[in-house]
């Protein structure tokens, strides 16, 4: 016999998109010695040492020939370990250990370990539906991630170890369906809106926001509860739906944070990035373009605190996911879109020394670091915020007041406003439309901020359960505009 | 000997000149100085010059011990806006909400009476001064601490031009002088020299707005201290000219009175119910909307509505999170 050839079909992912990958084996006689091919990265390269030893820990042969595995189509980069699993089946059917046709109705994703056991990798949801789709109704995978896999709606085959996956494949075995140890856990209680004291209109902001899906910007001194605030806005927004919940699981597989007993995220996503976010690490990069801060607070919500601190390019670079919902992300290998429409909570002081808004300190700031500090905060990015609040430091009363409303009746509210929001749009009354053209001369407003707060009445209209905007509900809006601290409106 | 050739000398030598220099500098420059020629180009820039001997120049100016030479003039109003009653309104560049909201007011309401407010085109309390008089339809004058063709500091560029559509910038110096820390003082004199009366809204100890103060003191005016909290570092200057005897400024209407003027009606506004209640809590002092909410019982949403309807009317204004009757 002079060669052999096998296949096993797996996928790859290019950010959130997947493409069809043959995983080949050839063996033929010669020097024995082993090669990948196929524009293999790092990682996937190493794969040679994981199989080789992994064939061996399942007391499985490894073949003495001339052994190369080709990754087609060969122009696309492959990365990390995923392939592990693909390779070392297609040598085991190469070599004649398991049945060449069993693999024609599974695709198979894992990462071997030296002992023979699968690892889980990231993106298995997405690979697990581009299985799906090109036909193959069965998916090897690691038992951890088999969960996930089923999500896509594919038939999981849980593998703990090669072993088991070639017991399988020569049809000696059905494998144990994986069983989550902790069986279901409820949502972690989350940060409860009774924690917080005093601040009542910035409460009130943080539910307009949370029933319109506006951005909202917090702007005080600093312990005055801004982050206490924003962290709380996950809370009192209504449950993920089961396609959005779908959507938003697919997006930190990709990313590689699914934690291994919950495959399906259900929480709305909170994620709060440091100021020292690099771009990438805010809309996403890399080589093999990865999700970043925005995609994985998709349908969730981004907390930036110390919002002025933050580069001014990673800023700006915000304006595209803020105005589209997603991110594209152009590579030379194409194109990657990442979904990214997330609710924006930002914080910052009102100046770089913090003290402006506290009546117990003196700001220091010049006049030129104060322009400074306003003019990092573009007119652009400003304008995204619908609601911007300042929060001043409350006195020593304020503190000892009794805990404030808690989160489950706010939330009752907003998912109440949310449905007559969508229903129908609000009419205006004539004294509405009449002052919002006084206001726009008087303050004065930009064009941009009208309509910011011809939304914001809409919104608060609907929390009122009235019909149509009045006075009281623009003028309201008109309250929750930028204050000149941080420029003109 | 010109006062012309002064100003463009000490321009020329990024001097400060008042007296005829008996150097031998100045008299060869006087000697090659072509001041018809430099008329025409301040003609062209639209700069008028008005000399310390010509009879248009400002008794009140002329009057100090040191005079400048003239005044280089920009703005559409006549050079006679310089004779008629005017007031100063000065303090410091980093002022508080209070000191902006004092400033601003003083501005309308002085402004609405008919004076002219003199003041010196800096960030903060004169920034707002200049402010509110444009606000009320008022004249205003500022006074520059470089050359008259520059508008410093840069920011103030558009007010700077706002304040020319009405009034005027008038500076001792001539094009091209830059700012430079040691002629703010001497900016100083000439609006104290120029205004029957100053106001100080806001200073520290040792402030510039103090200068200007004394300037006035010394020439025997009127000079008004807004009184502060007794606390804020931005009011010990002005604490301090009330303790050396300065008069205390509690509303326009004792500026008013040295000129002989009663205010001008300021307009009624009719007000919803919240509104007036939240407004009687304001007068008592400013107050964040917990507190406003605390005092007159309304919740958060109304409470937001009933501020915006008082800032609307004039009535409130807000500064870092924290609201004030006007």
């Known amino acids: 016999m002079g060669w052999v050839l096998a296949r096993t079909i797996t996928h790859a992912l290019v950010g959130l998109e997947t493409r069809r990958v043959e995983v080949e084996a050839h063996l033929e006689n010669g020097v024995p010695g082993f090669a990948i091919v196929g524009l293999a990265d790092r990682a996937c390269q190493e794969a040679k040492h994981r199989v080789r030893s992994g064939i061996a820990s399942a007391e499985l042969d490894w073949p003495m020939r001339r052994i190369t595995v080709n990754l087609a189509p060969a122009a696309l980069r492959k990365e990390g370990s995923a392939f592990d699993l693909p390779i070392a089946l297609a040598i085991l059917a190469a070599s004649g250990q398991i049945p060449r046709d069993s693999l024609d109705d599974h695709a198979a994703v894992g990462e071997l370990a030296l002992d023979g056991r699968l690892r889980p990798v990231g993106g298995v949801l997405a690979l697990a539906e581009a299985a799906l789709g090109a036909g193959l109704p069965r998916m090897l995978c690691a038992a951890r991630s088999s969960p996930e896999a089923a999500l896509a709606g594919i038939d999981p085959v849980p593998v703990r170890h090669l072993a088991d996956a070639v017991a399988y494949l020569r049809g000696e075995l059905v494998p144990e369906p994986w069983v989550p140890r902790n069986g279901h856990l409820a949502d972690a209680p989350g940060h409860d809106l009774a924690d917080l004291r005093g601040q009542e209109r910035a409460r009130r902001a943080l539910e307009v926001a949370a029933t319109g899906g506006h951005n909202l910007l917090l702007a005080g001194p600093p312990g005055t509860g801004k982050t206490m605030l924003a962290r709380r806005l996950p809370g009192i927004l209504p449950p993920l739906s089961p396609e959005e919940a779908i959507e938003v699981t697919r997006i930190h597989s990709v990313a590689g944070m699914l934690a291994a007993d919950r495959p399906l995220v259900t929480a709305r996503p909170l994620r709060s990035p440091h100021y020292s976010a690099t771009v990438a690490a805010l809309v996403g990069g890399g080589p093999g373009p990865r999700p970043g801060e925005v995609s994985l607070a998709h349908r969730g919500v981004l907390v930036l605190d110390e919002f002025a601190e933050f580069q001014r390019p990673a800023l700006e670079a915000l304006r595209q996911p803020l105005e589209d919902g997603v991110v594209a992300i152009a590579r030379v290998g194409g194109r990657a879109v990442f979904p990214a429409r997330f609710q924006l909570v930002a914080a910052m002081n009102l100046c770089p020394c913090g003290a402006r808004g506290d009546p117990a300190a003196d700001c220091k700031c010049s006049p030129q670091r104060l322009s400074a500090f306003r003019d990092k905060l573009s007119r652009a990015l400003l304008d995204r915020f619908d609601l911007v609040v300042a929060m001043p430091r409350p006195r020593a009363a304020e503190l000892a007041a009794p805990p404030g409303e808690a989160s489950e009746p706010v939330r009752r509210r907003v998912a109440a406003a949310r449905e007559r929001l969508d229903v129908a749009r609000a009419e205006w009354t004539k004294e509405a439309t009449e002052l919002l053209d006084r206001a726009v001369e008087r303050l004065p407003l930009s064009g941009r901020g009208r309509a910011r707060a011809r939304r914001v009445a809409e919104t608060i209209a609907a929390l009122a359960s009235e019909p149509a905007v009045g006075t009281e509900h623009l003028s309201e809006a008109l309250a929750y505009r930028s204050p000149t601290e941080l420029g003109a409106p | ?326």
């Open chain 2, 1 to 326: 000997m010109s006062e012309l050739a002064l100003a463009a000398f000490a321009a020329e030598t990024g001097s400060h000149v008042v007296r005829t220099p008996r150097d031998r500098a100045f008299r060869v420059f006087a000697r090659g100085f072509d001041e018809d020629a430099y008329l025409a180009r301040l003609r062209a820039d639209g700069v008028q010059w008005v000399a310390r001997s010509a009879p248009e120049f400002p008794p009140l100016l002329h009057a100090i011990h040191d005079p400048p030479p003239g005044l280089f003039v920009r703005g559409s109003a006549d050079v006679e806006l310089l004779r008629s009653a005017t007031v100063a309104v000065v303090g410091a560049r980093s002022c508080s909400p209070y000191g902006a909201q004092v400033a601003r007011m003083l501005g309308r309401e002085l402004g609405r009476a008919g004076l002219v407010i003199v003041s010196g085109l800096a960030r903060g309390v004169d920034g707002e001064a200049h402010r509110g008089a444009l606000e009320s339809g008022g004249l205003t004058v500022g006074v520059l601490g470089c050359g008259i063709d520059r508008d410093y500091p840069a920011a103030h560029r558009e007010l700077a031009a706002r304040i020319r559509a009405t009034g005027l910038t008038v500076s001792e110096y001539a094009p091209g002088v830059e700012p430079a820390p040691w002629r703010f003082p001497a900016r100083n004199r000439i609006i104290a020299g120029l205004s029957a009366a100053t106001v100080v809204v806001e200073a520290r100890d040792r402030s510039g707005a103090l200068i200007t103060a004394d300037l006035a003191l010394e020439e025997g005016r009127d000079v008004f201290a807004v009184p502060g909290e007794v606390t804020s570092a931005l009011s010990a200057g002005t604490n301090d000219l009330l303790k050396l005897g300065a008069a205390p400024l509690t509303g326009s209407a004792d500026v008013l009175e040295v000129f002989g003027l009663t205010g001008a009606e300021a307009e009624t506004v009719e007000l919803g119910g919240w509104a007036e209640s939240v407004l009687a809590r304001l007068r008592d002092g400013p107050a964040t909307p917990d507190e406003l909410a605390r005092a007159t019982g309304l919740d958060a949403g109304a409470l937001a509505s009933a501020l915006t309807e008082l800032e609307l009317a004039g009535c409130a204004v807000a500064g870092g999170g924290v609201y004030r009757a006007n």
